[in-house]
């Protein structure tokens, strides 16, 4: 009997993380809320990576938010320490007047059902250190300078034209990228710029991939990027004059944005920026919400500019970047861009399916007899049940049924002990996940 990925979202443990769960779920990180966050994470309302609390984000002291002190987005090494985790801040919070009790609960239950610790988390590609810019280079015209406050900022080259910051450390197919961007455009003007995806390297020239803009070559590695990867624009200009058409969250010329559809906001203001690639499907969200989806199909145009590679030409894995653009406006800064990968983890068996192959085992081995293989397999069962079905409770009954049929019938004390240890640890982390439940 397997349970599936899903399902384990609900209450199940993998048991690879169950060997650490007891000893993370007794200490939680002492003051997680006087902590200080150079870039707060600014969406409208706490989330649990796919997973939204409903909870109202707001700012909690240092510069952080309540997104920023429950920290969704590291490695969690299994669920119950990033529920037991969100329990301790969140208690903090209250205890400092800065969450009801009803906000509490709405956050532990949201972390219960969330895939944090199940699934990938975050890592950071662009931290603001000088080590963390070292990783990435420079293609094309213009460029981009490291502040003294670790930002990035793109800036237009002495002849015009445009490049691409790239990432060199890896390529990435199905993916979630977040980023904060700013428009920095000096005076009434607003900025343009964008963060390419899935492209080829941009150190030599690509066959198959043109440097061309509408068939006119541009002598110029970047336009790798732009032919052959997808572009999410950033701009919020006003709908007037020569103005770019095409506004932040477009899919550059194949799923294009306007103003309205963009939800821009005032120059000056960092905005929150996530792009998910999963398959062929793009997804685009501004400030928690989503502005964008489109669905990279053959055969298709870039449009306005015919006469370069069709849709066809975007694969599916590539490098990540940040465009400089080619006018003296276009002034864009950027910070803490960090990359998730979506891609299907390795299948990984529940506890009740490692206990399930050690009976075989100690059956196949001779260790325990018949009878009271059926006896332990007849409990395990019923927990397993129990726990599928979403009642922790029945399933910490059964579990402690079958512990102490554990160590009533099971003689050997080279068996029982491991047994009992693996009953014990998952027994505590179902209590974790109840008592997240009844808040």
Request: aromatic share 6%.
């Amino acid at each position: 009997m397997r349970t599936t990925h899903a399902r384990a979202a609900r209450g199940l443990v993998p048991a690879a993380a169950v060997a650490l769960a007891a000893a993370t779920l007794m200490s939680g990180p002492a003051g997680a809320v006087d902590r200080t966050c150079a870039a707060a994470d600014n969406r409208p309302t706490v989330r649990f990576l796919d997973t939204d609390s409903g909870v109202p984000n707001r700012m909690a002291g240092g510069g952080c938010s309540l997104n920023d002190l429950l920290d969704d987005e590291q490695a969690w090494e299994n669920r119950g320490s990033f529920v037991h985790h969100v329990q301790t801040v969140a208690e903090e919070l209250v205890g400092k007047g800065l969450l009801t009790i009803a906000e509490r609960n709405a956050l532990v239950r949201a972390a219960a059902h969330s895939e944090v610790g199940d699934s990938a988390g975050y890592t950071t590609i662009l931290d603001g250190t000088p080590e963390s810019f070292a990783k990435w280079a420079y293609a094309g015209r213009g460029g981009f300078n490291r502040n003294a406050d670790g930002t990035v900022t793109s800036r237009v080259g002495a002849t015009g034209g445009f490049g691409t910051l790239w990432y060199t450390g890896a390529q990435y197919a199905d993916f979630s990228m977040r980023l904060q961007f700013r428009d920095d455009a000096p005076g009434t003007t607003r900025g343009n710029s964008g963060v390419q995806v899935r492209f080829p390297a941009l150190s030599a020239p690509v066959p198959g991939c043109p440097t061309t803009f509408n068939g006119a070559e541009q002598n110029n590695l970047s336009w790798i990027a732009v032919n052959c990867g997808h572009e999410i624009q950033i701009n919020d200009s006003p709908e007037v004059g020569n103005n770019d058409p095409r506004k932040t969250g477009s899919v550059y010329g194949f799923k294009d944005n306007n103003l309205a559809q963009a939800r821009p906001t005032e120059k000056g203001v960092w905005n929150d920026l996530e792009i998910r690639v999963v398959g062929q499907h793009y997804t685009v969200i501004r400030n928690g919400v989503v502005i964008n989806e489109y669905e990279n199909v053959p055969g298709v145009p870039l449009q306005g500019r015919p006469l370069d590679p069709l849709s066809d030409a975007r694969g599916l894995v590539g490098h990540v970047g940040l465009q400089a653009h080619g006018s003296a406006p276009d002034v864009v800064s950027f910070r803490n861009v960090r990359v998730r990968d979506l891609g299907e983890d390795a299948e990984e068996g529940t506890w009740f399916d490692e206990a399930a192959a050690a009976l075989d085992a100690y059956q196949a081995s001779g260790d325990l007899p018949a009878h009271v293989l059926a006896s332990l397999r007849e409990r395990l069962v019923r927990a397993q049940a129990a726990a599928e079905s979403g009642s922790e409770v029945r399933a910490i009954g059964f579990l402690g049924q079958y512990l102490a049929r554990v160590q009533n019938q099971v003689k050997d004390a080279t068996v029982r002990a491991p047994l009992l240890a693996q009953g014990l640890q998952l027994s505590q982390i179902l209590q974790e996940m109840d008592e997240a439940e009844g808040f």
